[in-house]
């Protein structure tokens, strides 16, 4: 259990306790935090129980991952416990962005709350990113112009559904949809749900339930995989424009016609 005892320390460090007053909140004495902190004994399984419910944690992530890499208690909460979700650091304390694959897109639904699949993930660095738990994730199609297909969208984690601000932008990751990007409407109060519309026309909006939706990530900027070309720009940019105005192309024909 080479893990726990890293793990336990670490994790007391974050809430800055000593191993005294761990031991007076888990009722045990000091000198048992000191043994299983450096590992000169692994704890009982009734003693893990007991660190699981205190740091609210799964046992299995105690024993099977490496928590050192957590800079603070940022997890999601899943029913009354919690699955790993940190922020990462580097060696240089700067955050983590983990890249969800184009690849291993379609897994993402299975592996959003499982840690090991988070874990392998390929991290990148972009400083100049606000605050908060942030995730590159691959765009497919071109329901959202003018970002192309195989671009990626580097999103913030929405802790509450509910915050979503009417006409940004997000990825949404739905119990049946998998993940996809869209510009988000809040319909919680009306029908308790989200309504998800493309900026290409050429698509349908659609709502989805909100017992439906798993994940809610705000954008914070993309990254293009492939470059522009003029005819791209022009065409992206006029229909930018076009849906900034709310002009419909088919009212626009109508009035050259």
């Not at 043994?35 to 000169?40: D, H, K, Q």
């Not at 913030?156 to 009417?166: F, G, P």
């Not at 698509?203 to 939706?213: N, R």
């Not at 293009?224 to 022009?234: A, F, G, H, I, V």
Request: with cysteine; aromatic share 8%; proline share 5%.
């Amino acid at each position: 259990m080479n893990n726990v005892a890293k793990n336990i320390r670490h994790l007391r460090k974050i809430k800055k306790l000593t191993q005294e007053q761990l031991s007076e909140e888990l009722g045990i004495t000091r000198s048992k935090v000191g043994s299983y902190e450096e590992g000169r004994s692994d704890p009982p399984i009734e003693m893990l129980v007991n660190f699981s419910n205190y740091f609210k944690l799964p046992i299995d992530v105690l024993i099977k991952n490496d928590l050192t890499y957590a800079s603070d208690t940022s997890f999601i909460e899943i029913g009354n416990q919690r699955v790993l979700f940190p922020i990462t650091v580097d060696s240089d304390n700067e955050d983590l962005i983990e890249v969800v694959p184009v690849k291993a897109s379609a897994g993402y639904l299975l592996g959003y709350n499982d840690p090991e699949y988070i874990e392998q993930l390929d991290k990148i660095k972009l400083p100049f990113l606000p605050t908060g738990k942030h995730r590159a994730f691959p765009i497919k199609g071109d329901s959202m112009l003018p970002m192309k297909d195989g671009s990626y969208v580097v999103a913030q984690y929405i802790e509450d559904v509910r915050d979503v601000k009417n006409g940004t932008s997000y990825i949404v990751v739905t119990l049946n949809d998998g993940m996809t990007y869209k510009r988000v409407y809040n319909k919680i109060e009306e029908s308790e749900s989200l309504l998800l519309v493309p900026d290409n026309k050429n698509y349908d909006a659609y709502e989805v339930p909100l017992s439906e939706v798993l994940e809610v990530w705000e954008y914070t900027c993309s990254i293009n995989t492939q470059e522009y070309d003029e005819r791209d720009l022009k065409i992206s940019s006029i229909a930018l424009m076009l849906n900034q105005l709310g002009v419909e192309l088919k009212e626009l024909k109508k009035m050259v016609s």
